[in-house]
Protein backbone atom coordinates (compact mmCIF):
# COMPACT_ATOMS: atom_id res chain seq x y z
CA UNK A 1 0.00 0.00 0.00
CA UNK A 2 3.03 2.16 1.26
CA UNK A 3 4.51 1.56 -2.55
CA UNK A 4 1.28 2.23 -4.76
CA UNK A 5 0.68 5.20 -3.04
CA UNK A 6 3.49 7.11 -2.70
CA UNK A 7 4.45 6.11 -6.52
CA UNK A 8 1.26 6.35 -7.90
CA UNK A 9 -1.10 8.01 -6.00
CA UNK A 10 0.87 10.54 -4.45
CA UNK A 11 2.83 11.80 -7.39
CA UNK A 12 -0.22 12.04 -9.37
CA UNK A 13 -1.94 14.23 -6.96
CA UNK A 14 1.33 16.70 -6.56
CA UNK A 15 1.59 16.49 -10.22
CA UNK A 16 -1.59 17.95 -10.98
CA UNK A 17 -2.10 20.35 -7.74
CA UNK A 18 1.25 21.64 -8.66
CA UNK A 19 0.17 22.44 -12.12
CA UNK A 20 -2.93 23.77 -11.28
CA UNK A 21 -1.16 26.07 -8.48
CA UNK A 22 1.40 26.93 -10.83
CA UNK A 23 -1.52 29.05 -12.89
CA UNK A 24 -3.59 30.38 -10.47
CA UNK A 25 -0.44 32.06 -8.30
CA UNK A 26 0.95 33.24 -12.29
CA UNK A 27 0.09 36.96 -10.93
CA UNK A 28 1.49 36.22 -7.87
CA UNK A 29 5.09 34.89 -8.85
CA UNK A 30 5.22 38.10 -11.68
CA UNK A 31 4.67 40.05 -8.31
CA UNK A 32 7.33 38.85 -6.08
CA UNK A 33 9.83 38.78 -9.41
CA UNK A 34 9.42 42.03 -9.72
CA UNK A 35 9.83 42.92 -5.99
CA UNK A 36 12.85 41.32 -5.52
CA UNK A 37 14.10 42.61 -9.02
CA UNK A 38 13.45 46.45 -8.26
CA UNK A 39 14.97 46.05 -4.52
CA UNK A 40 18.29 45.31 -5.56
CA UNK A 41 18.34 44.15 -9.35
CA UNK A 42 20.19 40.68 -8.39
CA UNK A 43 18.84 37.36 -9.41
CA UNK A 44 15.07 36.50 -8.70
CA UNK A 45 15.48 32.71 -7.69
CA UNK A 46 17.93 30.85 -5.21
CA UNK A 47 19.11 27.32 -5.90
CA UNK A 48 20.14 25.08 -3.87
CA UNK A 49 22.04 21.70 -3.36
CA UNK A 50 19.95 19.50 -1.78
CA UNK A 51 19.54 15.53 -0.75
CA UNK A 52 16.23 14.33 -2.58
CA UNK A 53 14.58 10.66 -2.56
CA UNK A 54 17.13 7.69 -2.23
CA UNK A 55 20.08 10.29 -1.16
CA UNK A 56 19.87 12.07 -5.41
CA UNK A 57 21.06 15.61 -5.38
CA UNK A 58 18.78 18.05 -6.55
CA UNK A 59 18.71 22.03 -6.86
CA UNK A 60 15.75 23.16 -5.08
CA UNK A 61 14.19 26.37 -6.53
CA UNK A 62 13.52 29.52 -3.83
CA UNK A 63 12.70 32.97 -4.61
CA UNK A 64 16.02 34.65 -3.15
CA UNK A 65 15.39 36.25 0.15
CA UNK A 66 18.76 36.99 0.93
CA UNK A 67 21.53 39.51 -0.46
CA UNK A 68 23.92 38.78 -3.39
CA UNK A 69 26.47 36.50 -2.41
CA UNK A 70 24.87 36.50 1.40
CA UNK A 71 27.47 34.40 3.26
CA UNK A 72 26.68 31.11 4.49
CA UNK A 73 25.95 30.98 8.54
CA UNK A 74 25.27 27.72 10.08
CA UNK A 75 23.96 26.83 13.79
CA UNK A 76 25.80 24.71 16.07
CA UNK A 77 23.72 21.54 14.99
CA UNK A 78 24.67 22.42 11.37
CA UNK A 79 21.13 23.87 10.30
CA UNK A 80 21.14 27.30 8.56
CA UNK A 81 20.98 30.31 10.62
CA UNK A 82 17.68 32.78 10.32
CA UNK A 83 17.40 35.68 12.54
CA UNK A 84 14.78 37.86 12.86
CA UNK A 85 17.50 40.83 12.62
CA UNK A 86 19.53 38.98 10.28
CA UNK A 87 21.38 41.67 8.08
CA UNK A 88 21.82 39.28 4.97
CA UNK A 89 18.29 38.97 4.38
CA UNK A 90 16.35 42.18 2.28
CA UNK A 91 13.08 44.04 3.03
CA UNK A 92 11.29 41.81 0.52
CA UNK A 93 12.93 38.74 1.61
CA UNK A 94 11.69 39.10 5.12
CA UNK A 95 8.21 39.36 4.31
CA UNK A 96 9.00 36.20 1.76
CA UNK A 97 10.07 34.65 4.90
CA UNK A 98 7.31 34.92 7.09
CA UNK A 99 4.44 33.91 4.73
CA UNK A 100 6.40 31.68 3.25
CA UNK A 101 5.83 32.61 -0.30
CA UNK A 102 9.85 32.20 -0.78
CA UNK A 103 9.07 28.36 -0.91
CA UNK A 104 6.44 28.38 -3.99
CA UNK A 105 9.30 28.36 -7.15
CA UNK A 106 9.40 24.52 -5.29
CA UNK A 107 6.45 23.82 -7.50
CA UNK A 108 8.80 23.37 -10.07
CA UNK A 109 10.51 20.96 -8.29
CA UNK A 110 7.38 18.86 -7.68
CA UNK A 111 6.52 19.43 -11.36
CA UNK A 112 9.59 17.97 -12.14
CA UNK A 113 9.66 14.89 -10.00
CA UNK A 114 12.25 15.53 -7.45
CA UNK A 115 9.75 16.99 -4.53
CA UNK A 116 6.60 16.63 -3.08
CA UNK A 117 3.77 18.82 -1.66
CA UNK A 118 3.98 16.80 1.56
CA UNK A 119 7.62 15.18 2.61
CA UNK A 120 10.64 15.57 4.99
CA UNK A 121 12.66 19.12 4.53
CA UNK A 122 14.74 18.66 1.56
CA UNK A 123 18.55 18.78 3.65
CA UNK A 124 21.45 20.29 2.70
CA UNK A 125 24.06 18.41 0.38
CA UNK A 126 26.90 18.53 2.32
CA UNK A 127 25.07 17.56 5.12
CA UNK A 128 24.63 14.09 3.70
CA UNK A 129 27.66 12.31 5.51
CA UNK A 130 26.86 13.77 9.05
CA UNK A 131 23.19 11.17 8.99
CA UNK A 132 23.22 8.64 11.02
CA UNK A 133 21.82 5.00 10.54
CA UNK A 134 18.75 5.96 11.96
CA UNK A 135 18.07 9.23 9.69
CA UNK A 136 18.77 7.80 6.51
CA UNK A 137 15.28 6.54 6.06
CA UNK A 138 14.21 9.92 5.56
CA UNK A 139 15.64 9.74 2.24
CA UNK A 140 13.05 7.16 1.29
CA UNK A 141 10.64 9.33 0.43
CA UNK A 142 10.78 12.65 -2.03
CA UNK A 143 11.73 15.93 0.22
CA UNK A 144 8.46 18.06 0.54
CA UNK A 145 7.81 22.25 0.04
CA UNK A 146 5.87 20.95 4.09
CA UNK A 147 6.16 18.17 6.08
CA UNK A 148 5.71 16.99 9.30
CA UNK A 149 8.14 19.30 11.33
CA UNK A 150 7.33 22.10 9.33
CA UNK A 151 3.88 21.64 9.89
CA UNK A 152 3.76 21.00 13.98
CA UNK A 153 7.20 22.61 14.63
CA UNK A 154 8.93 24.24 12.17
CA UNK A 155 12.15 25.63 13.40
CA UNK A 156 11.76 24.58 17.45
CA UNK A 157 13.77 21.62 17.10
CA UNK A 158 17.64 21.00 16.77
CA UNK A 159 18.35 19.61 13.71
CA UNK A 160 18.51 15.77 14.56
CA UNK A 161 15.21 15.49 16.33
CA UNK A 162 13.80 17.05 13.42
CA UNK A 163 15.93 14.32 10.93
CA UNK A 164 14.32 11.68 13.33
CA UNK A 165 10.99 13.09 12.97
CA UNK A 166 11.62 12.80 9.12
CA UNK A 167 12.57 9.68 9.11
CA UNK A 168 9.15 8.50 11.19
CA UNK A 169 7.16 10.25 8.86
CA UNK A 170 9.01 8.21 5.35
CA UNK A 171 8.05 4.62 7.32
CA UNK A 172 4.29 5.49 8.53
CA UNK A 173 3.64 7.45 4.71
CA UNK A 174 -0.42 7.52 4.35
CA UNK A 175 -3.01 10.02 2.72
CA UNK A 176 -4.52 11.07 5.89
CA UNK A 177 -1.36 11.95 7.15
CA UNK A 178 -0.43 13.78 4.33
CA UNK A 179 -3.85 15.71 4.98
CA UNK A 180 -3.40 16.72 8.43
CA UNK A 181 0.43 17.43 7.68
CA UNK A 182 -1.24 20.00 5.09
CA UNK A 183 -3.59 21.34 6.98
CA UNK A 184 -1.47 21.91 9.93
CA UNK A 185 0.32 23.95 7.87
CA UNK A 186 -1.79 26.46 6.94
CA UNK A 187 -2.61 27.17 10.77
CA UNK A 188 1.33 27.45 11.51
CA UNK A 189 2.09 29.92 8.83
CA UNK A 190 -0.89 32.17 9.53
CA UNK A 191 0.51 32.07 13.50
CA UNK A 192 4.01 33.06 12.16
CA UNK A 193 5.02 29.76 14.68
CA UNK A 194 8.73 29.10 14.84
CA UNK A 195 9.97 30.99 12.19
CA UNK A 196 13.71 31.40 13.83
CA UNK A 197 16.49 29.84 14.31
CA UNK A 198 19.07 31.38 16.19
CA UNK A 199 18.51 30.00 19.33
CA UNK A 200 19.38 26.27 18.10
CA UNK A 201 21.89 24.32 19.91
CA UNK A 202 23.50 20.57 19.37
Known amino acids: MFAMYDRYIKRLLDFLFSLVALVLLAPVFVFIMAAIKLEDGGPVFFLGDRIGKDCRKFRMFKFRSMVVDAPDIRNPDGSTYNAKDD ?3 TKVGRLLRE ?3 DELPQLLNVIKGEMSLVGP ?3 LWDSLESFTPEEMDKMKVRPGITGYCQAYYRNDLPAREKRLLDAWYANNLSF ?4 QIFFKTIGTVVRKKGLYTEHKEN
Do not use: E, G, K, N
Open 87 to 89: PRV
Open 99 to 101: TSL
Open 121 to 123: RAS
Open 176 to 179: WLDV
